[in-house]
């Protein structure tokens, strides 16, 4: 079955750096877009940064432009969220999906930015 495990989350001080992971199984993992989101507290959920399956250009939120860089690999199987210059306002919990004609969504991992 389709499997998405996040890992790399915790507690970073402002200013600091992060990289999630996201390892996907169970589906053809270079046939499908691959998002980061996020959620904090008392928000809605909200498109971090996307990467499209084959050629094209990334996207990101205005609010990580210049701080956050997506990418991945497809000899592994994994999708990366690099994320720099950390704010409190990144604290949330972050999901990785994997998109094509149904969209997947793995547990979340939790990145708290806080001194």
């Known amino acids: 079955q389709v499997q998405l495990v996040e890992s790399g989350g915790g507690l970073v001080q402002p200013g600091g750096s992060l990289r999630l992971s996201c390892a996907a199984s169970g589906f053809t993992f270079s046939f499908y877009d691959m998002s980061w989101y996020r959620q904090a507290p008392g928000k809605e959920r909200e498109l971090v940064a996307r990467?499209?399956?084959?050629?094209?250009?990334?996207n990101y939120a205005d609010s990580v432009k210049g701080r956050f860089t997506i990418s991945r690999d497809n000899s592994k199987n994994t999708v990366y969220l690099q994320m720099n210059s950390l704010k409190p306002e990144d604290t949330a919990v972050y999901y990785c999906t994997a998109s094509r004609r149904s969209m997947y969504w793995g547990q979340g991992t939790q990145v708290t930015v806080s001194s």
């Open positions: 990467i499209p399956s084959v050629g094209g250009s990334t």
